[in-house]
């Protein structure tokens, strides 16, 4: 297991784990509800509980007490131990829905859906009791993010709940524990702090700190975006980067501490296609080191050295139906002398696809295609930590994760930094390199986010398809607003409209 890979784990678990083992709305002694609420009614069933299905209940008091306030209200039609009535269910439904945040779409949030659901669990026809549990789900479509082929929509989808004070502070605070294991680096641990200033020029700032027996690794960033309604860009972020690491390999540990700053720009979708092309640049400098020594690197290496480079990369992105593709370049103009030299030239070309086909439901089978090659061409010295090392982590070109450029050949097969060319001498690594990778996976179990009761249920297509109207009206009712054709016929009703007012003043007669 990766660093990368235990980190989208850990995040793509937080989602699941609201969904499953942290609501608190789930009985242990379930007995299912097949029956209609009008049926339960016409039976005189007794309510026996009623619950709102919030993540983080268990974890903060300040969540569980909001949401015990929502139901323990006087004006809360539905209450335990009352008789269950439909109209009374429907009404709670209601109120409960008015507790959460509002949703808001713009042309830069495009897509903000909620699903609300009242269900009935736990019927026992012995006793003629039931528990009502109002659940609610949110999911909202960033524009860059929904586009960008390294993430697409695994981190948009979320589970509603009520705003307190823990709440807040956890999504400003987020702590979250790492652990992985590397054959090059054994077990390792850590953690990464999060914390976000929305308000800020660096809205996100993250420490992260991973250790083993063999290696370390910690980083600083901040970073910053913006999004932008009209024109050509429409996505912009930057950030800022401390990175320390030490990381062994075959022969050789790789170290170095460099800072960075980059910046990333994204363009509006072109065509049908949904074609967004993607720039940026990044500064770098610092040092690269070895625990090699002169004389075990190849002529005209440096076993360590100071660092710097300026690296330019552009790409794009598509997507066709259900499959995503993306293709990327990368240039690095390096230095590992003092000033500004060209001592070295990197090159990379990272092009890559994701096809999906949907044969059942909840039962696709995804295949992952991915060539990835890189040059370097030396006009001086060049520091041995800069060659291609190959190994089953994959290394970014650039910062952060919204945007990947493989920079050296991903080989599951051996461990980090352990694939690379060598001599007597030791291990030199390489000057150039291509590498493919297909990955097929086929979906044998799932589980829907979305709970069964509401896939079931005959009004869920169409309550989505509503949410979905609703926002697309908004939009259009935002777009035309903001066009300067819109803003000049709006400019002509003013006169028009005091014409009438002088018009309907000239012929008023007054009748004594």
Request: aromatic share 10%.
């Amino acid at each position: 297991m990766s660093y990368g890979f235990a980190t989208r784990v850990l995040l793509s678990l937080i989602p699941i784990l609201s969904l499953t083992v942290l609501a608190p709305a789930q009985s242990t002694t379930s007995h299912k509800c097949t029956e209609s609420p009008k049926y339960y009614e016409s039976n005189n069933y007794q309510v026996h509980d009623v619950k709102i299905d919030s993540p983080l209940g268990w974890l903060f008091g300040s969540v569980e007490e909001k949401l015990k306030a929502i139901l323990s209200d006087p004006s809360m039609p539905i209450k335990k131990g009352a008789a269950f009535r439909k109209a009374d269910e429907d009404e709670g439904f209601i109120k409960v829905k008015e507790s959460f945040p509002e949703l808001i779409v713009s042309p830069i949030d495009r897509i903000a859906v909620r699903v609300s659901k009242p269900t009935l669990q736990n019927c026992d026809t012995q006793t003629k009791t039931l528990d009502v549990v109002y659940r609610v789900y949110t999911i909202g479509f960033s524009y860059y993010l929904s586009r960008a082929f390294e993430t697409g929509q695994k981190e948009e989808v979320k589970r509603s709940v009520v705003d307190t004070h823990a709440t807040e502070l956890l999504a400003n605070y987020f702590p979250q524990p790492i652990v992985g294991y590397n054959h090059a680096r054994n077990l390792y641990g850590g953690t990464k702090l999060s914390i976000k200033q929305p308000h800020g020029l660096l809205e996100k700032i993250s420490l992260e700190v991973l250790e083993s027996s063999k290696s370390s690794e910690e980083k600083v960033a901040g970073t910053g975006e913006r999004d932008f309604k009209t024109g050509f860009l429409r996505h912009l972020e930057y950030q800022f980067r401390y990175l320390h690491s030490d990381i062994p390999g075959t022969s050789a540990r790789l170290k170095g501490g460099s800072g960075l700053g980059q910046m990333i720009a994204a363009t509006r979708t072109f065509g049908s296609k949904e074609l967004v092309l993607r720039f940026g640049t990044s500064v770098e400098g610092g040092n690269q080191q070895t625990n090699l020594t002169q004389l075990q690197v190849l002529p005209g290496d440096l076993a360590q050295s100071p660092y710097g480079a300026v690296k330019a990369f552009a790409g794009g992105t598509m997507r066709v139906g259900k499959h995503a593709f993306k293709v990327s370049y990368g240039l690095q103009l390096g230095s590992a002398r003092k000033g500004a030299q060209l001592d070295y030239v990197k090159q990379v070309f990272d092009t890559a696809a994701n096809l999906r086909f949907l044969i059942t439901d909840h039962r696709p089978i995804t295949i992952d295609l991915q060539f990835t090659g890189g040059s370097i061409q030396k006009r001086g010295p060049l520091p041995a930590a800069e060659r291609f090392f190959g190994g089953n982590i994959e290394r970014n070109f650039i910062a952060g994760d919204t945007w990947i450029i493989r920079s050296d050949p991903l080989i599951r097969s051996f461990p980090q930094n352990s694939f690379a060319q060598t001599t007597g001498a030791g291990a030199v690594g390489g000057d150039g390199f291509f590498s493919t990778n297909i990955t097929a996976a086929i979906t044998i179990w799932g589980k829907p986010l979305v709970p069964r009761e509401i896939l079931d249920d005959a009004e869920f297509n169409h309550l989505i398809e509503f949410e979905f109207g609703t926002a697309e009206t908004a939009l259009k009712i935002e777009y035309v607003s903001s066009t300067p054709e819109f803003r000049k016929v709006a400019e002509m009703v003013n006169p028009i409209s005091e014409k009438l007012n002088r018009d309907r003043w000239a012929n008023t007669v007054v009748r004594c």
